[in-house]
């Protein structure tokens, strides 16, 4: 059995047709999808400068979280990096995490076959 792997996506919700598009085709099989506000070190702002005037500007985003089985998060990630990459501020964040085990209700299904 594979272990499993919870991924949080975080970028601008412009791209968000896409994301969603590459992440049918590499067959991901289920997504949580939120509207979130937040910034990052930028606190905001288009093009980052040092300077602590400024005042912190939340901006939306949204977040995606997706289950998968561990064994895919590199291929995933790098497929979301293409996907996501402008080369300027806010392109967005990937989080990875490993799950414990995961447990679909209705089943009583758990780890990958939950899936």
Request: aromatic letters at 6%.
């Amino acid at each position: 059995m594979s272990g499993l792997s919870k991924m949080d996506i975080i970028c601008d919700m412009s791209k968000f047709a896409a994301l969603k598009r590459s992440l049918s085709s590499m067959h991901v099989g289920g997504m949580t999808f939120t509207q979130v506000l937040g910034c990052g070190v930028e606190k905001g702002t288009k093009e980052y400068e040092v300077d602590e005037n400024y005042e912190m500007e939340l901006l939306p985003k949204i977040q995606i979280a997706i289950v998968v089985e561990s064994d895919r998060v590199k291929a995933i990630t790098e497929e979301i990096k293409k996907v996501l990459y402008t080369g300027h501020i806010g392109d967005g964040k990937i989080f990875v995490y490993k799950l414990e085990n995961m447990i679909r209700v209705r089943t009583g299904d758990e780890g990958t076959d939950a899936l």
